[in-house]
């Protein structure tokens, strides 16, 4: 009798050991056994970021250092890029099952048919041109000047500042007069070197605590004051297939997110401890110990509003983003008329 049962408790190990296996390899749930020998379930998580970390992430820091990703049985391993990815394409080669981006570059992915879907939005900050106040006063200033944007020299850059310019009443401002200037993400340095003298897109939240941190002589123009569509947001997204395949543990992540922006706003000072205790400013690598203080404590508070409560996006939000992108021709007509903001975005699990 009891070679019978240890007979079955080996072939239960052998195929709960085989399950496992399997489940991890196309990175869904796998049954582990904690300290006392309980079965528990831990879903895996890849998550591209869309920059270095930094305050901008601050819900997905508190989710980990204050135990919430593992209250609901979550691990979520937060991967940084080491240069410009395109995070679909990381997705669909198995490096990742998530990512971050804006809802800019997901609508232009989307308009280039590769299968991408949004699926919550977890901040929402003011953001647009940033420029050299010694050299512009107001919007239509800036015509001829040259930008800074990490995707120079295509059109995304003066796409932007020109619809800027025009909505200041400068009609006659040609795209081809505009200098470009590729600094990467380094915006506050590129106008601090005289590389540029204006740029975009930047984050108010960000860039500007920065610049001003370096005793900088900047401006400031919002987008959703001049005619751009307002994306300085961050979002979540993957592709359909994997969304269909993790609904519940990205339903598990959306919930996670959601508790820790309650820690931001409820306890703003735990979450900033969380925070500095992750990246002190002694580990930042600065000569200027002083000025990096000032610019993480400037920057996070700068952030800590911009979490918002309501995760879910609108349809016609898209569909005024994807007009916005044919009139400055950074997307064909006939690619936008069959571009449905309900096949890239959801807003399912989003509540």
Known sequence: MKGLLYFVLFFLQLLCSTHCAVAEEIGKSCAATDSNGTASNVDKIRLGLEWF????????????????FASLGLEVELVEPTDHWEAVDEILEGRLDIAVT??????????????????????????????NADKVKRPSDMCGKTISYPGSPGPGGPAIVNTM????????????????????FYH?????????DLATLIFWNFEIPEAQANNLNVGFFSLKEWGVPDFCQLIFMTTPDLFRARQQALRKLVLAMRKAIAVIHQTPDLAKDYYRKRFPVEA?????GHTAKAVQE?????TLPAFPNDFMMANDYYKHLMRW???TNQVDQDSAIQTDPKDYWTNDIAW
């Open 102 to 131: 804006e809802p800019l570059h997901l609508a232009h992915e989307a308009a280039d048919g590769k299968p991408v879907l949004g699926f919550m939005r977890f901040l929402h900050t003011d953001g647009g041109v940033m420029y």
């Open 325 to 327: 992108l044919v009139d």
């Open 188 to 196: 506050t340095n590129a106008i601090k070197d005289g590389n540029a």
């Open 298 to 302: 400037a920057t996070l508070t700068a």
């Open 284 to 288: 930042l690598g600065s000569s200027d």
């Open 165 to 184: 310019v025009e909505a200041d009443g400068k009609l006659d401002c040609p795209l081809d007069s505009y200098g470009k200037y590729n600094g990467g």
């Open 53 to 68: 970390m930094n305050p901008d992430h601050l819900p997905l820091i508190v989710a980990q250092d204050h135990g919430i």
